[in-house]
């Protein structure tokens, strides 16, 4: 390829970028409001689970109180979850604004991967972008958008 690529290709690679990044903070959106419903989920389920039934002839097989107990441990892992994605796809979408790091939204892009379905998408459609062959020029030599 030529050491200059055509205008039509920076203006469509330049305006790709700016999607992908916009798309990055709409994915630290989701990432929030994901934590959000985790907490509001532990705090119904922690409320059910905490208050003894009323007493029926036969009682549960196990001890509702002990149930919870393993449940806490998906509310961490959960809520680690979303925040480590919040955090990397803020930081990403940064890096994408700035044209820097162009390896590290890659990384993050995999992550994404991971989660179902939007963040599949955003990371295969990030991937397919910062892999084109015009991309390390553009990250090297273009100034961020203003």
Request: hydrophobic share 45%; with cysteine.
């Amino acid at each position: 390829m030529s050491p200059n690529p055509p205008s039509f290709v920076s203006n469509r690679d330049s305006d790709q970028l700016k999607l992908i990044e916009v798309f990055h903070y709409v994915m630290v959106g989701l990432a929030l409001g994901g934590m959000a419903f985790i907490y509001m989920h532990y705090l119904i389920m922690s409320t059910a689970f905490s208050h003894p039934w009323p007493q029926q002839k036969e009682q549960p097989p196990f001890d509702p109180v002990e149930f919870f107990r393993a449940f806490r441990w998906f509310y961490l892992f959960m809520g680690v979850w979303g925040l480590a994605s919040l955090v990397a796809n803020l930081a990403s979408g940064l890096c994408i604004r700035a044209r820097k790091y162009r390896f590290f939204s890659m990384i993050i892009a995999g992550f994404n991967c991971i989660n179902m379905p939007f963040g599949t998408g955003l990371g295969i459609c990030t991937l397919i972008v910062l892999l084109r062959p015009t991309m390390p020029e553009i990250y090297r030599e273009s100034p961020p958008p203003a």
